[in-house]
């Protein structure tokens, strides 16, 4: 059985490695590139983050069942919740975005031999009096 937990803990070892390496790809990533990362990333389905948050709420269960035995102290199972919480919420604002994210990394589909028209900021509009 030890061996399975080695292996548990050289699997989390070998992805933060992982995660460092493909946060330098992202520094260096065109905005298509980008996009594409990004997108798998925030994927609501099978995504990264959402992995990450599977990985916490699971330790929030962990941490809760060693605060019942008296073996961890409930705060811990409490910031494990509610990071699990945070995560959550922070992976639906994401999903709010990303087909913005996804737009970024694709070519406009046509090209207008007209000029572009002027259009009013979201954050300024004038008025002529």
């Known amino acids: 059985m030890t061996d399975q937990f ?8 070998d992805i933060a490695f992982r995660l460092r390496a493909l946060n330098e790809c992202l520094t260096e990533a065109t905005p298509r590139q980008a996009s594409e990362i990004l997108s798998e990333v925030l994927d609501i389905e099978n995504g990264l983050l959402t ?10 269960r962990f ?3 060693q605060a019942h035995r008296g073996m961890l102290p409930p705060v811990v199972w409490l910031a494990m919740g509610r990071a699990a919480n945070e995560l959550h919420s922070v992976g639906m604002d994401l999903d709010e975005h990303a087909d ?3 737009q970024l990394g694709t070519p406009p589909t046509t090209a207008s031999t007209l000029p572009p028209t002027p259009v009013a900021s979201a954050m300024v509009v004038r008025r002529s009096r």
């Not at 080695?6 to 070892?13: G, H």
């Not at 992995?51 to 929030?60: F, I, M, R, W, Y």
């Open 100 to 102: 913005a994210i996804k």
């Open 51 to 60: 992995g990450v948050t599977h990985l916490v709420e699971t330790g929030s």
């Open 63 to 65: 941490a809760q069942s």
């Open 6 to 13: 080695n292996f548990a803990a050289d699997l989390a070892k």
